[in-house]
Nanobody
């Protein structure tokens, strides 16, 4: 059974930091592109950060560059999102995503999300 379980969200003051975790099970973690998305109420879902399956060049949304860092630990099947210098506009539900294409078939898995609220 495929599962992605996020944790680490919460309430933080502007300028603060949080680290989100997403632990995967039920599939070969290292074969997948791992991504973090976020969605605020009334807004479209936004791709925040990507870690390729080869674990080389990470990419980020312009809105978080220099503040957020995505990383993975293949030993524990976990992807992290370190979020620093948080701003109120970072408030959103954050979702972990695992994706791959194999022999023309797309495999696309989502976690349940974790809420991040940045407020004084």
């Amino acid at each position: 059974q495929v599962q992605l379980v996020e944790s680490g969200g919460g309430l933080v003051q502007p300028g603060g930091s949080l680290r989100l975790s997403c632990t995967a099970s039920g599939f070969t973690f290292s074969n997948y592109v791992m991504r973090w998305y976020r969605q605020a109420p009334g807004k479209e879902r936004e791709l925040v950060a990507t870690m390729p399956s080869a674990g080389t060049t990470t990419t980020y949304a312009d809105s978080v560059k220099g503040r957020f860092t995505i990383s993975t630990d293949n030993a524990s099947n976990t992807v992290y999102l370190q979020m620093n210098s948080l701003k109120p506009e970072d408030t959103a539900g954050y979702y972990c995503n695992a994706f791959r294409v194999r022999i023309g078939i797309k495999y696309n898995y989502w976690g349940q999300g974790t809420q991040v609220t940045v407020s004084a």
